[in-house]
Structures are given as C-alpha cells and as structure tokens.
C-alpha cells in the first residue's frame, strides 16, 4: 500500500497512461442535482486539461449519451432516481471497457465503495472534497490508478488491517425485518403517525426503528434513507 498526495492507491490497472500525450482530457458528467452538476462544469472549465463534452441527470440517459460523445472520463454520482449510478457504471463499462469512471458522492460507507468498485469504477471522490482533491483523481485515474478520497481510503486502510478485506455484506442485511419495512414506508413519504397506524404501534417505538436504521446505514436525514431504498429498487 502506498499514500501519496492524500491519495490512497488500491492498485494500477494495466495499458499505458492515457494522459501521456497531454491532450485535453473529455469528461461527461452524471448528476441529477442542476447546482451541483453546473458547479463542476464551471470548475472543470477552469482547467484547460480538461473539456466536458456532455452531461447527464440520471443513469439511463447517460448510458446512450455516452455512447454517443465517447469521453475518456466520466464523474459519475451514485444517488439517482431510476437507474442508480452503480448499475450505470456497469453498463458503460460493459460497452466501453475503455472509459474511467470516477464516482462523486456523499456516501462514506464500504458498502458503497465496494459496489462501486465492483461494477467498474477506478476513483472513488467524496463531494465535500476540495477543488484540487478532484484535479487529483482526475490526474490520477487517466493515469491508470486507482484513487480513494482520504476520508474513506483510511476507512478502507482499516478495514484491511482488522480482516484482511472490505466488508461485503450488504447493509440492508443489518436491518431486523422490522427496520426494512419502516425504512421503505419511509422512502415512500409517509410521516411517522402514519407509520404507526399502519403497522398498529407507538409513533416512540416508529421513532426508535427510524433511529436505529439510520445509524446502522450511517444516513443522516429522509433524503438519504430515500435515496438508499432507491438503490436497492425498494422504491420506484
């Protein structure tokens, strides 16, 4: 293991620097917040190593447009309604093994650096990260590694150190049966009175299921218990 200019380098994946020639660098952009996705189009502006030649708010979309433009790199989120990002990831790469893709997001669990991974991602970039943690990893997968913002690669360092790999089981297998079906009422909207009419108990016991799978899930408010049901396709 090495760390170097606060990166974590899991690996280097084969073939020769695709950045040896010093041309400009084509990215597409996967994001379904507007903001966000305009900020980094104004930030990767800035840098005249880099072009972003297309952009997209959901997985499916992005899918065909890629296809079409066929950018080097692609800063992929991972919480979108539909298609998620991971399932995007894998599908892009199916049809174009050649393009790297970062994620950018705000999940900080293994579970999520791990599926990410898997499905073919070669950075992985948290969104409370600087302008120039993502100069970095952009620099760093066109030249054929593999990065991990600090925040989760100490995460993954000890997880390593402690059994000798990251954790694969999925954080949905945490949850008592109870916990799931709240947390899927959740995600549809419902308040907690409703939730404790529905399944006939205290609106403190709903309180305490609410609670108790939002620190097992490490999510911090509604929109994140919504958007980790939609992950996991428990909600359209």
Known sequence: MSVHNSQYQL????????NESRSIISVFLVEDHTLVREGLRALLSLDPRFEVVGESDNGHDAIHRVGACHPALVLMDLSMPGMNGAEAIREIKRRHPEIRIIVLTVHKTEEYIRV?????????VLKDGSHAELTIALKSVMDGKTYLSPDVSEKIVVGYLDGGAIDTSSPWEVLTHRERVILKLIAEGRQNKNI?????????TVEKHRSNLMKKLNLHNTAAVTAFAIEQHLVG
């Open 11 to 18: 690996q280097t994946q084969g073939g020769s620097s695709l």
């Open 116 to 124: 990410a991974f898997q499905a073919g991602a070669s950075g992985y």
């Open 196 to 204: 404790a009419s529905y399944l006939c108990i205290s609106v403190k």
